[in-house]
């Protein structure tokens, strides 16, 4: 393979004469190499520049540049630009077909058609030619996140892909719930999926998800140096207390809310996001079976969850949000306790040491014993704790960190409160049209098949062909 391309140096492209010698198969010395000369007349000649090719090279599109492409080697990268899209793919097959080799596999991944094929920190993407990759959004164990373009409506859209999605059951549960609960929601501070991109079989093993675009998240927000007002904590407090009242109306808790599951934009706007530990109210719901789900926030929850109450309702939300509310005032978390010990006592040394009327609802015996023989402390008074807080703003933060959950404040409650008034506008708090149809979600027997059953029912609603079509490929 050979022929013209652009090549990028420092701040200029440059039309450079490109070859792709084949290494030692092919009579050159070495690993196989992309070459490049001034001009066609110089092959054979002095070599003006080459990037050696190995198993680990990547190759991606540029998502600012047409036709442009690059191949990474060592952290070493060859940037160019083709005339055509024509050409382009023709490099890119060739190279793929080299690497390809060298990973000891026959032939390259292709894309299938009407997809195309980049790379982004590390993660192959395979998506529909509609989807333009701008950046990375962000990467961790749940998958990898970029933004796009949809070129069908120049609308800005979020892409997580959950690669091998389905290596731990537990967690492909979690994806399949939070899919389903997305698809049913509709509301302004509740994030949308847009799409369920096809995945390439019906044995698939990753998974794709198309939601709003955010900017960034609260918890980025509370630990920059942007000034945070009483205007912003007020204005962000009632969109979650307007998220929460929709997504209750469905019988659906949250379980998980926290700073980083909340996202906004620049004008303000807030998203709920992450709603993959989310439950519906009688459902599987015994703090038992699903204690384990809450390792990682136990800064924002609700003090029946840590003692062991078996049933639990909306309030556990209401507690968390309270947290959350704190944490803006404050700017550092409320109650940052080490452990389950630690963070009782960080709880009742703010509310106050409870009597035995106020646990009723812990039935545990050894848990009541632990709650009474804690030192008694009277309740800190909120606007010490948060002394250039409003007056308001301590008071609904006081009736909403209350330790008995059946006198915490509601949801409603609290949307009433005064210190929302100058904002409030019901016709933003606004409830579900209809149930969540959970399907056999709770029921099924947990295995693969079975979860990609799920998913292609989701996946048929925005693709309604596309299982059928599958099957008639054979894959």
């Given amino acids: 393979m050979q022929g013209y391309l652009m090549k990028k140096g420092g701040v200029s492209w440059k039309k450079r004469y490109f070859v792709l010698a084949p290494g030692p198969d092919g009579g050159s010395q070495g690993n196989p190499k992309i070459q490049y000369y001034v001009k066609e007349e110089e092959v054979g000649g002095k070599v003006r520049g080459e990037l050696e090719l190995s198993a680990d090279s990547r190759i991606s599109d540029l998502p600012n540049k047409k036709n442009g492409f690059q191949t990474i080697t060592n952290k070493k990268a060859l940037v160019v630009y083709a005339d055509s899209e024509e050409i382009r793919t023709e490099w890119k097959k060739a190279i793929l077909a080299v690497i390809s080799r060298l990973n000891g596999t026959d032939e390259p991944k292709e894309a299938r058609p009407g997809h195309h094929i980049f790379s982004v920190s590390g993660t192959e993407f395979e998506m529909e030619t509609k989807y333009e990759l701008i950046k990375p959004v962000g990467h961790g164990a749940y998958g990898v996140v970029i933004s796009a373009t949809n070129k069908e409506n120049d609308e800005k859209v979020a892409v997580k892909k959950i690669g091998d999605a389905f290596d731990d059951l537990v967690d492909a549960k979690r994806i399949v719930r939070e899919i389903r609960l997305l698809r049913h929601f509709d509301h302004d501070n509740i994030i949308r999926i847009l799409d369920i ?87 599987e719901d015994n703090v038992d079976n699903n204690l384990t789900e809450y390792v990682v926030t136990r800064w924002y929850r609700a003090p029946e969850i840590m003692l062991s109450c078996q049933e639990y309702s909306k309030a556990i939300d209401v507690w968390s949000l309270g947290c959350i509310f704190g944490e803006m005032l404050l700017r550092k978390p409320l109650f940052p306790g080490n452990d389950y010990i630690h963070q009782l006592k960080l709880i009742t040394q703010f509310v106050g040491t409870p009597t035995s009327e106020e646990i009723w609802f812990v039935t545990n015996e050894k848990a009541r014993r632990f709650m009474m023989g804690l030192p008694k402390s009277a309740p800190t008074d909120p606007r010490k704790h948060f002394p250039g807080a409003d007056a308001g703003a301590c008071d609904l933060l006081k009736r ?25 506008d019901e016709a933003f708090e606004t409830v579900a049209k209809r149930e969540i149809d959970w399907g056999e979600i709770e029921e099924v027997e947990l295995t693969k098949t079975n979860l990609q059953k799920i998913i292609w029912e989701d996946v048929q609603v925005y693709h309604p062909t ?10």
């Fill in 400 to 424: 909403m960190l209350v330790l008995d959950p059946s006198a915490r404040i509601t949801v409603d409650e609290a949307l009433a409160h005064e210190y929302l008034a100058p904002i409030r």
């Fill in 197 to 283: 991109p096809v995945p390439a079989s019906l044995d698939f093993d990753d998974v794709y998800m198309v939601t709003d675009l955010m900017e960034t998240d609260l918890h980025k927000v509370i630990y920059s140096r942007q000034p945070l007002s009483n205007d912003h904590s007020q204005y962000f407090l009632y969109q979650m207390l307007c998220a929460l009242k929709y997504l209750h109306s469905t019988s659906v808790l949250h379980r998980d809310l926290k700073p980083s599951n909340i996202l906004l934009n620049a004008n303000c706007d807030l998203k709920l996001c992450d709603f993959g530990l989310s439950r519906g109210l009688g459902g």
């Fill in 466 to 475: 596309a299982r059928e079509e599958a099957k008639q490929r054979g894959n």
